[in-house]
């Protein structure tokens, strides 16, 4: 059989085969960026095993443009072994190989020949370099730019697949593997400052996972992210890789692992799949950021460029030997084997299939290889095979079967694509570190600005007295100079009077009368001389005087200028400190725009958890406990602030719980709507919960329930009791003092969708309870909690399926144990329909607390006819089949083969299940 369909694909005699690709020179190296014109029967972007995914992607996360790229495929030839050599020495290889040609010749007989066309092929005389290069070294290449990359090794068991990708080559360095010398490239290239390699390393055997590096780790799960399709495993164990050695240490770990825990299966490594899985995460470098030329100071632009991580993955996985697929059935294993051992290689070949012919299924979801390998065949990862045979004549048939898969696998087209996430947490520490720098900068500026005012001042101080100084020095040396000169003057003309005087005198007494006229002339002389003296003296005088008021003018005038350069500072330091308001306005911007990002960051952990959470389900088949744990929804919804709640805390401590209860019975309406609240507040504290109760708060909570018509009473106290339902003693107190009647009056009154939510979070609770669960349902509450229904909120619907869930996780044990033999409650009061109405809720807590129910309700015989007739078969055999939770699937899937009557019904219907 194999042989004819081997050859239906074949040109005998020598030709070349139809199907090869008809682009020669593009070798197995070319990097993606050649698009490669092979025939036009590639799938269409978006197809293959990515077919069912949305093809949408997170909001902070960004694809860039793919570029197809079509699975490579080399072939290897081993050497002949010794056995070989001496068994077949009497004839030829079944092989001959053309590498100059890329061309393979299988012998059909002694005169026939068939040839093939590969991307590369490889003699028995190729270097593990060469293999490398030609094999790996361009996946690699494609991993450190950011695209996902796959390597892998198919082929008969003996024939080199684990020599090709895993020897160590510890005794000779020419022996290294490819996943050693991956790991070497990725490592020279890298920045181990901001860039990280870290590895996981597992094993597939019997459609479980193994963690190599954890040996208890014996089941790890594989998780699908349901918008972008992506396929991970939280469980494994995942290794940073900081250098050669210790990833040398690491991979001898794991197969000493391996060894160990193939003995313990009593298996061979041939039987089944190893996977190393190689993480990097790169910076992106080289684009401005948007953000900070969006949002902030222009001189950040320059700074910062936009932080973005590329995270891509090389999976190399060496396969279990290709044998296994005819063998698997054969007596060599028991039935459990035959049928999962290779179940995981068997589905690889019908998605290889599926794609080469263009069809519209590919069976993805058949193995936990083809969904661990999703990406690497007609995904967005580059992919490589290395197809292994050996020489023997012996083993022909399985050389053909091996050819033929790499002939197909070489039709599967992938479109490669990188995906960039935003690095918040690198910009915010790098912000972190500029702002620092800043402040600190603005600081020491700050300082020099002051140091730099203060000595201008000083030095105009000090030029300003000194002027000062030198004026009243000169005036005073020019006062004292007039002075003296003045009375040198004064005592100049007193003398030259009294001389005058005495001459006069002397004159009148000789001769009075005859020669007064004579005598009086040169007298007269003199006096004129004087006066001309004193004239001139005079002129002297102002040219002196009018020289020191021009100094002083001067002086003046050099005062003035003094005081206009002093302004002229002055201005000066005003501009100082105005750039010195500017930076500290930019500081506080900056420091906002932290705000704001480290405000994303928390935002986009919270979702990150949220979906961790919502995906991350347990690898047991016992029940997943997460769904039931009581809900803290009430502290969100009241509080406003947490200033708000720190001011509340003080409140209480202050006022006291006594008087916060007397206030709930105050005349003033706003005041009994506070101490609601304040009450409700304190109830969402745990520690708070048991002194509310012992003080009497939850009496005096249900009073004001029956007592108040207002809505925003009816809302918050029903959030208070919600919060004290969630311990045991307060649900029975609860209870005991009719607190679900209350419950359904205040739901059947209210208009408020939240306050319906919170009711039906506090039912929720109580339906949690084993104890009160004919109480429960006695009073009303099962009704209670659907007829809320009707508001169609997604919030109440929520509550409403977590009370289901919890209420039949209940009744569940209670059958286990005993204590309950009829029909589910939850069936009586009517809840079934609504049941099945939203099993497939497209809201996924909603729809996971019902797949719950069902699975809970279908776990016991008296049920299955009541769901029969309301068509709840059909939702779990839904469940089992394609319900995201691998331990909700498998307990859909044991409740259906283990029901007699849901066998009876799927037969009558001429389903095939099971
Ligand atoms: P597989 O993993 O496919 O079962 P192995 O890698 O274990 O095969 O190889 C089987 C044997 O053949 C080993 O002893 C190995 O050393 C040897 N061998 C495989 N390929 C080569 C090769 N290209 N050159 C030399 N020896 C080889
Ligand atoms: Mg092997």
């Not at 793919?66 to 020495?89: F, I, K, Q, W």
């Not at 719980?657 to 969402?684: F, T």
């Not at 012992?694 to 029956?706: D, E, F, N, V, Y």
Request: aromatic content about 4%; overall charge neutral.
């Amino acid at each position: 059989m194999a042989t004819a369909s081997f050859r239906s694909g074949a040109v005998g005699r020598g030709g070349v085969k139809a199907d090869t690709i008809t682009n020669r020179t593009s070798s197995i190296n070319s990097a993606p960026k050649s698009s490669f014109k092979s025939k036009s029967s590639a799938p269409p972007q978006n197809s293959g095993l990515r077919r069912n995914s949305t093809g949408s992607v997170a909001t902070s996360t960004k694809e860039r443009g793919g570029v197809s790229g079509r699975v490579r495929v080399a072939v290897r030839l081993r050497p002949r072994n010794a056995e070989e050599m001496v068994a077949d020495t009497d004839f030829a290889d079944c092989v001959e190989l053309q590498p100059e040609l890329k061309r393979l010749n299988l012998r059909r007989n002694n005169w026939d020949t068939d040839t093939y066309e590969f991307d590369e092929v490889l003699t028995e005389f190729a270097s593990q370099k060469r293999v490398y290069e030609a094999v790996a070294k361009p996946v690699v290449e494609n991993v450190l730019d950011g695209y996902n990359g796959t390597v892998m090794a198919y082929g008969q068991t003996g024939t080199g697949k684990t020599y090709t990708l895993g020897r160590l080559g510890e005794e000779d360095t020419a022996d290294r593997g490819i996943m050693v010398r991956a790991m070497e490239d990725i490592l020279a290239e890298i920045s181990l400052v901001t860039e990280t390699v870290s590895v996981s390393y597992l094993q597939l055997y019997m459609e479980s996972i193994q963690d190599l590096l954890d040996p208890a780790n014996g089941n790890v799960s594989i998780v699908e992210d349901p918008k972008t399709g992506d396929i991970s495993l939280p469980g494994a164990t995942v290794m940073e890789i900081r250098d050669q050695k210790s990833f040398l240490d690491l991979l001898q770990l794991g197969e000493a692992h391996r060894i160990a825990a193939n003995t313990i299966l009593n298996t061979e490594s041939s039987r089944s799949h190893a996977i190393l899985m190689v993480h990097v995460k790169r910076s992106v470098k080289g684009r401005d950021s948007a953000l900070s030329t969006e949002h902030g100071p222009s001189h950040l632009a320059k700074t910062f460029k936009q932080p973005v991580v590329r995270r891509s993955k090389l999976a190399v996985v060496d396969l279990a030997g290709s044998e296994r697929i005819s063998k698997s059935g054969s007596e060599a294993h028991t039935l459990e084997e035959a049928k999962s051992i290779n179940l995981s290689l068997t589905a690889l070949g019908k998605c290889i299939n599926a794609l080469a012919e263009n069809s519209n299924h590919v069976p993805v979801r058949d193995s936990k290889l083809t969904r661990l390998l999703r990406d690497s065949f007609g995904g967005t990862a580059r992919t490589s095979l290395v197809i292994t045979i050996g020489p023997s004549p012996r083993h022909r048939g399985e050389t053909a079967s091996t050819i033929m898969f790499g002939k197909r696998a070489m039709k599967v087209e992938n479109m490669l694509k990188t995906k960039e996430e935003f690095d918040y947490k690198g910009l915010s520490r790098r912000l972190d570190i500029q702002l620092d720098k800043l402040i600190a900068e603005h600081e020491s500026q700050q300082k020099a600005f002051q140091d730099e005012i203060e000595r201008i001042a000083q030095e105009a101080q000090k030029r300003i007295s000194e002027a000062e100084r030198n004026h009243d020095v000169l005036l005073e040396s020019e006062r004292m100079k007039y002075e003296k000169e003045y009375l040198d003057a004064i005592q100049k003309l007193e003398q030259q009077w009294e001389t005058s005087q005495g001459k006069h005198e002397k004159v009148g007494v000789n001769d009075s009368n005859n020669t007064e006229k004579f005598n009086q002339e040169p007298n007269d002389l003199g006096v004129t001389e004087d006066i001309a003296e004193i004239k001139r003296l005079l002129q002297n005088e102002t040219l002196l005087r009018k020289a020191a008021e021009e100094e002083i003018s001067d002086l003046k005038n050099q005062i003035a200028q003094w005081q206009r350069s002093e302004a002229v500072r002055s201005t000066e330091i005003l501009k100082l400190q105005k750039m010195l308001e500017d930076e500290t306005r930019k500081k506080k911007r900056l420091e906002e725009q932290i705000t704001i990002l480290q405000n994303q960051l928390l935002q986009s952990n919270f979702e990150v958890d949220e979906a961790r959470r919502n995906l991350d389900g347990g690898g047991t088949t016992e029940l997943p406990s997460d769904l039931d744990s009581p809900l803290p929804l009430i502290c969100q919804q009241l509080r406003d602030s947490e200033e708000e709640k720190a001011s509340m805390e003080k409140l209480f401590e202050q006022v006291g719980l006594q008087k916060i209860l007397s206030l709930l019975e105050s005349e003033d309406a706003d005041v009994r709507i506070h101490a609601v609240k304040v009450l409700a507040n304190l109830a969402a504290e745990v520690t708070n919960q048991v002194k509310i109760v012992k003080a009497g708060g939850l009496t005096s909570l249900l009073a004001i329930l029956r007592s108040s018509s207002d809505e925003t009473i009816h809302r918050v106290a029903a959030g208070a009791l919600a919060n004290l339902a969630m311990n045991e003693t307060n649900q029975e107190l609860i209870m005991s003092q009719g607190g679900i009647r209350l419950l359904s009056v205040t739901a059947t009154n209210a208009q408020d969708p939240q306050t319906l939510r919170m009711v039906a979070g506090a039912i929720a609770n109580l339906c949690g309870n084993d104890k009160l669960q004919i109480k429960l349902r006695g009073e009303g509450g099962i009704r209670a909690l659907v007829g809320m229904v009707k508001c169609k909120h997604p919030d109440v619907l929520a509550q409403v399926a977590r009370g289901i869930a919890n209420f039949a996780k209940c009744e569940s044990r209670a059958y286990i144990q005993g204590t309950k033999s009829g029909k589910s409650l939850l069936i009586e009061d009517g809840a079934m329909p609504w049941i099945i109405q939203n099993a497939s809720n497209e809201a996924s807590h909603i729809r996971r607390h019902i797949e719950l129910a069902l699975c809970h309700i279908a776990q016991h015989e008296v049920n299955a006819k009541d769901m029969i007739s309301g068509g709840a078969l059909w939702e779990l055999v839904r469940i089992s089949r394609n319900c995201s939770r691998e331990d909700i699937r498998t307990l859909a899937y044991h409740t259906l083969t283990s029901s007699k009557s849901f066998q009876a019904e799927l037969k009558r219907l001429r389903v095939d299940y099971g």
